[in-house]
């Protein structure tokens, strides 16, 4: 082998070593650390994204959310796992009020879930203590619509 292809190929070898490095990386900082714990954590698991438009829900069997209600860039939702049935709507009330609306139903999911979507759960207590955004959206369309297509599969739609 000629020196100019061995050292072509000791390049390329590092270039993916150091790609594969930078992926584990990248990785790495997409987990923030207080989303790690609190997903970790059985008082936070379970999250509900209110819905104020009946078009973003079917209301035949099977009842499930439609992607329209996951909306890309930054969504609102609730931690709610040990709230009671009323107090998560009073809530989801409280959260309409900007808007003028109540809620009409909501998609109930797991932090799981959030972290499969590849999303990051920030914590946004101004409109309540348990409000979060689900952030880290891709900007590629398809890979929102598969997200959202993914959040409404593991969702479960409860009617108000």
Not at 19 to 26: G, I, P, Q, S, Y
Not at 71 to 90: D, K, V, Y
Request: charged share 25%; hydrophobic share 40%.
């Amino acid at each position: 082998m000629p020196v100019g292809s061995e050292r072509k190929a000791g390049f390329m070898g590092l270039s993916n070593w150091l790609r594969a490095v930078l992926n584990k990386l990248c990785e790495g900082l997409r987990r923030r650390p207080a989303d790690r714990e609190v997903s970790r954590s059985p008082q936070y698991s379970l999250l509900a994204r209110f819905i104020f438009q009946g078009g973003h829900y079917r209301k035949k069997a099977p009842a499930t959310p439609k992607p329209g209600a996951f909306p890309t860039l930054e969504i609102s939702a609730l931690w709610r796992h040990t709230l009671p049935e009323h107090e998560i709507w009073t809530i989801g009330d409280l959260l309409g009020k900007p808007r003028s609306q109540q809620p009409l139903a909501r998609a109930d999911f797991d932090a799981a879930t959030v972290s499969e979507a590849k999303l990051t759960i920030e914590p946004d207590p101004k409109p309540h203590p348990l409000h979060v955004n689900l952030c880290g959206w891709p900007i590629d369309k398809d890979e929102q619509k598969s997200i959202a297509l993914l959040l409404c599969a593991r969702s479960t739609l409860i009617l108000r």
